[in-house]
C-alpha cells in the first residue's frame, strides 16, 4: 500500500485533463466493436496483437436453449403460469443446492435483489448504509433505491474492503449505522472473519453483494452464506448467464417471504414455489408487502439452470486459464497482481492487476495500446467507468477516499472468456506486456 500510495501521491493522484474532442474521440472510438479494432490496427503495431472480444459472453448450454426454445413455443414465460411447472421455481431450488441457503427468490436483476434486500432487512429512508467505496453502480443504486445513505469504506490494494476504514466509518458516525452492503467486487475476499467480529461487535445487519462470487468459497464454505441476505448475479458477464436475473438467497423465512411479495409473489401464487417458507409466514406478510413485479422469468431460468449444474467444470478451467496468464506477467515488475487469500478458493474468470511506478501520461498511453492492438481493457478509475465512484453523483461520497482514487487510477481490468481458447491467454498477456513497453516509451 504504500508503494501504491507514494507513487500516486500529491499531482499524480489527478486522472490527467483530455480535451472535449479527445474524450469525444474515444467514445466514439470504444463504439467500434473490439474485433474490428483489432483488425485495423494490426497494420499499424509491430509485435503481439489479438483479434477477440473481452466481452465474448458465455453461451447458454444446448439444454437451456432447447428449453428455452418450448417456453416460446408454449407461450409460457411468466414464473406463475398455471399448470406449469416453473423454470424459476427449479431454478431457485438449484441454487439452494449449489450455494447451501435455505430459500431463494428469482430477481429480473442482481441489483433489483440487492434493494429488495436492503427492503426486507429494515432499511428505512435516511438510514445510512455502509458500502464499498470500489464497487459498481448497482449497489450504491440499490441504496438510493432503498431511501439510504451509503457511507463509502476505503479499499485496500487487493479491490477489497479496508477493515481499518470501516471501523474508522462506523466509529466516527454521527448517528448509528446499522447496515452494511459489503460487495466482493470481482469475486476479490475481504478478511471474511474480521468483517463479521466488527459486525457483530457493532450490531450490524451484513448483506453480501456476491454478484461475482458464485463459486468462491471462503474456508470451504460458499461466500455469502453467513450474511442475513446474499444475492447472486446471472447477468450476461457473470459465470451464469441469463443475460439479466439475479438471486436473493436467505436462511430466514420472513425475509424470504417477503422477497417473493416484494418481487411479484400475489394471493397464493406461493404454492408454486418449491423452496418457500411456510404458507402462514407468507399470510403473515403478504398484505403489508407491496409488489414491485421485479420477478425472474422462466426464460432466463430456462437459460441459466444447466449452467448452475455445470459450474465446476467450468471454475476449473478459468482457474487453470487465470494461472497461464499471471505465470506469463509474473515478471514485470510494473504489473502488480494482489494475491489470493490462502482462505479463499477463487472463481478467476477475469484479471484485474495494478500498474506500478506508471504516470497517468503513462496509464493512458498503457491503454491505448491495448487497444491499438486489438485488446482494450478497462480501467476502474476511467471518468466513464460505473465503478468509478466518483461518477455516482446521484449518491456522492461525504468524505474523500484517497486511497481508493489513487488505486483505481492504475487499476487494470481484464476479462477471461470461457469460449477463448487455451493458447488465448498466453498470446493476451503478450499484448499486455508489449502495452507496457508501448507506454514506457511513449
Not at 470451504?220 to 444475492?231: D, E, F, I, P, W
Amino acid at each position: 500500500m504504500l508503494f501504491l500510495a507514494s507513487t500516486f501521491s500529491s499531482a499524480a493522484l489527478q486522472l490527467p485533463a483530455r480535451s472535449a474532442v479527445a474524450t469525444h474521440a474515444r467514445a466514439a472510438a470504444s463504439m467500434i466493436a473490439p474485433e474490428m479494432t483489432g483488425v485495423e490496427t494490426k497494420k499499424a503495431v509491430t509485435g503481439p496483437t489479438f483479434s477477440k472480444s473481452l466481452a465474448t459472453p458465455d453461451p447458454i448450454p444446448e439444454e437451456g436453449q432447447k428449453r428455452a426454445l418450448e417456453l416460446m413455443k408454449s407461450g409460457a414465460l411468466f414464473r406463475y403460469t398455471p399448470g406449469v411447472e416453473s423454470e424459476t421455481a427449479l431454478a431457485e431450488w438449484d441454487m439452494t443446492e449449489r450455494t447451501g441457503f435455505k430459500y431463494s427468490v428469482g430477481f429480473n436483476s442482481c441489483g433489483s435483489a440487492l434493494f429488495i434486500a436492503l427492503k426486507t432487512c429494515g432499511v428505512q429512508p435516511g438510514d445510512h448504509v455502509l458500502a464499498n467505496g470500489f464497487s459498481f453502480t448497482a449497489v450504491p443504486s440499490a441504496i438510493h433505491h432503498a431511501g439510504g445513505i451509503p457511507v463509502y469504506v476505503e479499499s485496500t490494494d487487493a479491490y477489497v474492503m479496508d477493515m481499518e476504514d470501516l471501523e474508522r466509518k462506523i466509529k466516527g458516525s454521527d448517528v448509528k449505522i446499522k447496515f452494511l452492503m459489503l460487495t466482493h467486487m470481482r469475486g476479490k475476499v475481504a478478511e471474511m472473519q474480521r468483517v463479521y467480529e466488527i459486525a457483530q461487535e457493532h450490531d450490524i445487519t451484513v448483506i453480501e453483494d456476491c454478484a461475482h462470487a458464485l463459486g468462491v468459497m471462503w474456508d470451504g464454505v460458499q461466500l455469502g452464506r453467513s450474511a442475513s441476505v446474499a444475492c447472486y448475479s446471472s447477468q450476461s458477464a457473470k459465470v451464469i448467464n441469463s443475460g439479466e436475473g439475479g438471486f436473493f438467497m436467505t436462511d430466514d423465512d420472513e425475509l424470504a417471504a417477503k422477497a417473493a411479495c416484494y418481487a411479484g409473489c400475489y394471493e397464493q401464487l406461493y404454492l408454486q414455489h418449491v423452496v418457500a417458507p411456510p404458507a402462514e409466514v407468507f399470510d403473515r406478510v403478504k398484505f403489508g408487502t407491496p409488489n414491485y413485479s421485479l420477478r425472474m422469468s422462466d426464460l432466463a431460468a430456462a437459460c441459466v439452470r444447466p449452467q448452475i449444474r455445470s459450474l465446476d467444470a467450468r471454475i476449473s478451467q478459468y482457474n487453470s486459464r487465470y494461472a497461464m496468464i499471471c505465470a506469463e506477467l509474473k515478471d514485470c515488475e510494473h504489473i502488480d497482481i494482489p494475491a489470493i487469500n490462502p482462505r479463499v478458493s477463487p472463481v478467476s474468470d477475469s484479471l484485474q492487476f495494478n500498474l506500478q511506478g506508471m504516470s497517468p501520461a503513462q496509464v493512458d498511453a498503457f491503454l491505448a495500446a491495448c487497444k491499438r492492438r486489438g485488446m482494450p481493457v478497462g480501467l476502474f478509475g476511467s471518468k466513464e467507468n460505473a465503478r468509478n465512484y466518483e461518477n455516482w453523483r446521484y449518491s456522492p461520497a461525504a468524505a474523500p477516499l484517497p486511497f481508493t482514487k489513487a488505486l483505481i487510477a492504475a487499476a487494470i481490468d481484464v476479462r477471461l472468456p470461457a469460449e477463448f481458447n487455451d493458447d488465448d491467454f498466453p498470446q493476451m498477456a503478450k499484448v499486455l506486456l508489449a502495452a507496457v513497453d508501448d507506454a514506457l516509451e511513449a
